[in-house]
DNA sequence: TATAATTGCACTTATATAAGTGCAAAACGT
DNA sequence: ACGTTTTGCACTTATATAAGTGCAATTATA
């Protein structure tokens, strides 16, 4: 079962992946060639909150968006 | 299956838990304390890299040991 | 060295998960 | 408004996963 946080998580991925241009398809296809098996239907459901999202994913995912770890990590809650 | 990069990071995990003097048992805990079930059985396997460990935990995790992004996670290879 | 504490591991089982697919809906562009 | 692109979602199924348990092994402490 999936959480909030990886559900702000999505959103922010998204949100920062809207902002270079790239549409799902585009972000995977990426994500593939650096050895990332996450398809445009996984990417999507990450995006949503609706799988899980592992730690390589998510550090190749910060490094393909370019972004810090501050931009890309909501604050843990609490 | 597991990855490489998350037996650094269990790796990582063990290193800053025992420089705190914290047991698996007391780790396990604290996280336990804020919402997070992760047991000693699970905090074992994370540490050698046998479980999967979510964005939660992790920052969770992050929080507790008092360590930057930095300290705490390897460079995504690559 | 004896005792206690801590951790690793093998095994089992119920459950969660990912992936794919196809289509509907939504967004976009002209 | 129309066609096109993009995304959401429901559904299925094979597989991965987590958790627990108990004990062996390792490590610490007296």
Redesign the interface.
């Given at each position: 079962m999936n959480?909030e946080?990886?559900k702000l998580?999505g959103q922010r991925i998204r949100f920062l992946r809207e902002a270079r241009g790239l549409t799902q398809e585009q972000l995977s296809a990426r994500l593939q060639l650096?050895n990332c098996d996450i398809t445009r239907s996984a990417l999507a459901k990450i995006e949503v909150g609706q799988r899980?999202?592992?730690?390589?994913e998510?550090?190749?995912i910060?490094?393909l968006l370019d972004v810090s770890?501050?931009e890309l990590?909501p604050d843990?809650p609490?």
């Open positions: 959480t946080y990886e998580l650096n899980h999202i592992y730690p390589d998510l550090f190749l910060r490094r770890f501050d990590f843990y609490g």
